[in-house]
């Protein structure tokens, strides 16, 4: 019954690598979400997809590449990695597109990149 | 200047302590804010809204000051389970913006 899930939990790589992060939810939500955390934990949004469509698109290098093929499904392709990229990627879904909505992450993938 | 700060803590506090965190934003245009809380190595879940009139959920107390620009959270009665970080979060619903914190750190210990 897991809400939102993703595959794999555990990513480790080499650099220059390319890699993805696959993400799905069953909450029937409009808009989900990637964010990064780093060794900080601080946690930063990257990419939003309502529906589909992007709606949110942060400063992000564009080695990063989200794809939503339908609206419970949302992955990330990461080209090139590189060893900042080193982080723990999180997904996230939320019923509407609106920015107070209530957001149910995923358990998160902890990418390592050597 | 970040959009949204905490004190990373930690906080170690006996059990039955009360505890409060601030979280500062510096967006006057902020409009609603939430507080999350993440347990060590899992994802953030929604531990509750904060109402400008603030807003109470069991031993939790979430409070706004929007002429200082924080909002707080008071744990009252601290359990051993409430040992986690929590988020603030901070949006412009206008600008169609949202904002984590870092976190502050709480350890509640026997």
């Known amino acids: 019954d897991t809400a939102v899930s993703q595959t794999p939990k555990y990513l480790v790589t080499q650099m220059g690598n390319d890699k993805s992060i696959k993400c799905e939810q069953n909450l029937g939500h409009d808009t989900m979400y990637w964010y990064k955390q780093d060794s900080k934990k601080f946690l930063k949004i990257m990419f939003s997809y309502n529906n589909k469509e992007l709606i949110i698109n942060e400063t992000v290098p564009n080695r990063f590449s989200p794809k939503s093929p339908d609206k419970a499904h949302l992955n990330l392709h990461i080209n090139s990695l590189e060893l900042g990229d080193s982080a723990v990627y999180f997904c996230?879904?939320?019923?509407?597109?609106?920015?107070?909505?209530?957001?149910?992450f995923g358990p998160g993938t902890r990418l390592t990149v050597l | 200047r970040k959009e949204v700060e905490q004190d990373p803590g930690p906080f170690n506090v006996p059990e039955g302590a009360t505890v409060a965190f601030n979280c500062t934003y510096s967006n006057s245009a902020s409009q609603s804010f939430f507080w999350y809380r993440q347990d060590c190595r899992k994802e953030p879940k929604l531990l509750m809204s904060v109402y400008s009139s603030g807003n109470e959920d069991g031993r939790f107390t979430a409070q706004l000051n929007r002429a200082s620009q924080y909002i707080s959270l008071l744990i009252r009665d601290s359990k051993l389970s409430d040992s986690a970080t929590y988020l603030c979060v901070v949006t412009i619903y206008n600008f169609n913006k949202f904002y984590f914190g870092s976190g502050t750190k709480l350890n509640v210990k026997p």
């Open positions: 996230a879904s939320s019923q509407g597109g609106s920015v107070t909505d209530t957001q149910y």
